[in-house]
């Protein structure tokens, strides 16, 4: 095994096949977010446990988990087992099979809102499935959403996500609009209230203003997409009460905590039920789907909600929905996650990592370096703030300090998402804990002596590729920057 000191490593393949991909793949890559890696792009080989390896032979300790669904770590032998197994059946039937009820009776089982659900293959589709829900079951059309949030990638969505600047957004309780990509409907803007998170009383006012006007209010429990926030105490619990009251649709998009808090997710760790849930990513290892689950009724009058799928007057669909490699690896998940208790001990290594970050920046001089997350998720950045509650505060931090920490990471050996968010799995040992806090003490070293040289010398130090690249861009212009924020 590679050792985490900085070694020179070596992308020559990886450059080589990019090059090649430029001409075929749009940007050489599948998804947006893999166009921001440092020092570009790169083609991976094999990954195992709680490591991968690129095609130059590099050797990385994983805490992106591929964007948060190697739960397990990679390659899970009872994953891959049960996958292949499935697959010798079948792959897609076009109907029903055991496999998709039964994990449809543990889901039931395990997360307390879902009294009927629906698979889909990405959290995408179930986002846009919920909002299409929640506006048939209320006959109102807007949603509440709230800045920096991430609901995917689709168009009723993509308002919101992202702002260059504080004074960009505007005023609190009426934000500017920032598109997060060119194509999209102008009216589609006023399909949504957008409004900063965690602020109860602002929407508690929006929403006894407006209430006649919204079918929902969607929102992550954790604000995952940027800076790890947890919810203000009362605040999920604010909003379930503003929907009963009001009788909106309560939309919790569980596409990250869901099986990462825990087995029930959010709505369990937290103790809030909402009327729809979103699951997907850590339910099935790194195989496409996800699911909308949720009560069949809701208010207090018992309007049909899930039940309006179920009688077909809200159509969802899909060609791949269900099939048996997928559902297969979800079941198989669920039973390893179940079965050998993951969740007490991915709190408890998330909680050393935590404390051992926050010692290596204390002992190496970095006063502003905030740790905030639940453990098996969590985030790092530089601010002069003591506590991040929402967007708005996440854009106080120092993009270019977390962009060469997260460079200097990669260079030995430890991955981590661009925008400074680490994820935990099964996989990973206490020695691998060790060693993520060595690499970062290394880093943060390395930081500080570059910045007490000269700021030529330092500019000298970076590397040709934009090492800020997969971060936040507070200020920039372009839209191609503004994408970057989430994922
Ligand atoms: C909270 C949240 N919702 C929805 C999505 C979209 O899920 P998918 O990428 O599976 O479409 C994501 C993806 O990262 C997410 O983080």
């Known amino acids: 095994m590679q050792s985490h000191n900085s070694t020179a490593r070596s992308y020559f393949c990886s450059q080589e096949l ?118 048939a079951a209320t006959g109102r059309d807007k949603f509440v959403r709230f800045e920096g949030h991430y609901h995917g990638w689709f168009d009723n969505v993509a308002y919101g996500v992202t702002g260059p600047s504080v004074e960009a957004l505007g005023d609190r309780e009426n934000p500017t609009l920032h598109p997060w990509t060119q194509g999209l409907p102008d009216r589609i803007g006023d399909e949504m209230i957008v409004l900063p998170w965690n602020d109860l009383e602002l929407l508690e006012k929006v929403v006894s203003e407006r209430h006649q006007e919204i079918a929902a209010i969607i929102t992550e429990p954790v604000m995952c997409n940027n800076g790890c926030i947890p919810p203000q105490p009362g605040f999920l619990e604010g909003i379930r009460a503003l929907c009963d009251k009001y009788g909106l649709v309560f939309i919790l998009d569980e596409v990250i905590t869901g099986f990462r808090l825990g087995l029930g997710g959010a709505q369990e760790f937290f103790g809030v039920t909402p009327d729809l849930g979103i699951f997907g990513k850590a339910m099935a290892s790194g195989y496409p789907i996800a699911v909308l689950c949720g009560k069949k009724t809701f208010g207090a009058d018992n309007r049909p909600l899930m039940q309006m799928i179920a009688d077909g007057q ?118 691998d804990i060790q060693a993520g806090i060595a690499a970062a003490r290394a880093v943060l070293e390395q930081m500080k002596s570059e910045s007490s040289a000269s700021i030529s010398t330092r500019e000298a130090a970076l590397p040709q590729q934009d090492e800020t690249a997969d971060v936040l861009t507070p200020g920039a212009a372009s839209l191609e920057a503004r994408r970057e924020v989430a994922i």
């Open 314 to 431: 809200v159509i969802h669909a899909g060609t791949m929905n269900s099939c048996n490699p997928c559902v297969a690896a979800a079941l198989a998940t669920i039973e390893v996650l179940e079965g050998e208790n993951v969740h007490p001990r991915l709190f408890e290594l998330g909680q050393a990592f935590m404390e051992g970050l926050r010692t290596a920046a204390r002992e190496t001089g970095h006063d502003d370096f905030l740790v905030q997350g639940l453990g098996p998720m969590f985030n790092v950045q530089w601010t002069p703030l003591s506590e991040v509650r929402d967007y708005r505060d996440t854009l106080a931090g120092d993009k270019a300090k977390l962009g060469r920490f997260i460079t200097l990471m990669a260079e030995r050996g430890v991955r981590v998402i661009g925008r400074g968010l680490f994820y935990l799995s099964a996989a990973h040992t206490s020695a």
């Open 18 to 135: 990019l090059n090649r991909a430029q001409n075929v793949l749009a940007g050489g890559v599948s998804s947006e977010f893999r166009k921001f890696s440092t020092p570009h792009p790169l083609f991976y080989e094999r990954a195992s446990g709680a490591r991968l390896w690129d095609v130059d032979g590099n050797e990385y300790l994983d805490f992106t988990l591929s964007q948060g669904p190697l739960i397990l770590g990679h390659s899970h032998p009872q994953v891959l087992k049960a996958v292949t197994t499935a697959s010798q059946n079948g792959q897609l039937f076009a109907g029903q099979h055991l496999q998709e009820l039964e994990l449809a009776e543990t889901l039931q089982r395990l997360i307390p809102g879902a009294e009927l659900m629906r698979f889909s293959l990405s959290g995408s589709e179930c986002d846009h499935a919920a909002l299409r829900l929640a506006r």
